[in-house]
T-cell receptor, first 114, second 112 residues
C-alpha cells in the first residue's frame, strides 16, 4: 500500500531563513508527486507537482522540490522564507492511472516569525 | 461557480444523529472527489464520482457513510448515526489542470 511520510510536524523559523521539508513515499511503481499548501483560513491549493522529466521542479512563490527516485523522496525547499509562508504543507502521491486519488502525508505546520 | 463550494462550513452533531454535507463543484466539471481530514492528519480519500456514477468508494470508512450525486453536479455526503471518530473536516474537490485538484474550504463536523 502507498504511504507518505513527512519528517517534521512543526517547523518554526525566522524570516529570510531557508526552509526544507522532507517527504518520503512508499509505492511500488511510477508515481506522481505533489506538494499542497493550506494558508490559515484558506483551502488547500497546489504548490507544485512532478510527473516526469527534470527532477527539480519549480512552483509558485519561490518554492521548488527535488525528486530523488533512489531515495523515494520529494523534498520541498525555499531559500528565503517570508512571514506569508506560514501555512501547513502537505506532500502527496498518486499512481498515474488514478490521479485524483491522492495519498497525503500528515502535513508539516510551518510558522515563520518576523 | 468559480470554485468548489461546500456547506455547511461548520456542523455540530450529537452522537447518533445523521448529517448531510453538500458540495457544489466547479461548474461543468465531470469528476468530483470527497476526502476526510482528521485533526492533525492529511486528507484521506473517501470516494470519487464521474458524473452521477460513483466509480470508487473504497475509502468510505463504514457503511454509515454514503455519498450521492444524482444529477451529476451537486454531491451530498451523508453520515448516519454519527460517532465521535467521525469528527473531521470533509473536503470536496474538482479536478483542474492535469494532476491538480481544486479543493473547497471544507465542512468541519464535530460530533459530541
Amino acid at each position: 500500500a502507498q504511504s507518505v511520510s513527512q519528517h517534521n510536524h512543526h517547523v518554526i523559523l525566522s524570516e529570510a531563513a531557508s526552509l526544507e521539508l522532507g517527504c518520503n513515499y512508499s509505492y511500488g511503481g511510477t508515481v506522481n508527486l505533489f506538494w499542497y499548501v493550506q494558508y490559515p483560513g484558506q483551502h488547500l491549493q497546489l504548490l507544485l507537482k512532478y510527473f516526469s522529466g527534470d527532477p527539480l521542479v519549480k512552483g509558485i512563490k519561490g518554492f521548488e522540490a527535488e525528486f530523488i527516485k533512489s531515495k523515494f523522496s520529494f523534498n520541498l525547499r525555499k531559500p528565503s522564507v517570508q512571514w506569508s509562508d506560514t501555512a501547513e504543507y502537505f506532500c502527496a502521491v498518486n499512481a498515474p492511472d488514478s490521479w485524483g486519488k491522492l495519498q497525503f502525508g500528515a502535513g508539516t505546520q510551518v510558522v515563520v516569525t518576523p | 461557480g468559480a470554485g468548489v463550494s461546500q456547506s455547511p462550513r461548520y456542523k455540530v452533531a450529537k452522537r447518533g444523529q445523521d448529517v448531510a454535507l453538500r458540495c457544489d463543484p466547479i461548474s461543468g466539471h465531470v469528476s468530483l472527489f470527497w476526502y476526510q481530514q482528521a485533526l492533525g492528519q492529511g486528507p484521506e480519500f473517501l470516494t470519487y464520482f464521474q458524473n452521477e456514477a460513483q466509480l470508487d468508494k473504497s475509502g468510505l470508512p463504514s457503511d454509515r457513510f454514503f455519498a450521492e450525486r444524482p444529477e451529476g453536479s451537486v454531491s451530498t455526503l451523508k453520515i448516519q448515526r454519527t460517532q465521535q471518530e467521525d469528527s473531521a473536516v470533509y473536503l470536496c474537490a474538482s479536478p483542474g489542470p492535469p494532476g491538480e485538484l481544486f479543493f473547497g474550504e471544507g465542512s468541519r463536523l464535530t460530533v459530541l
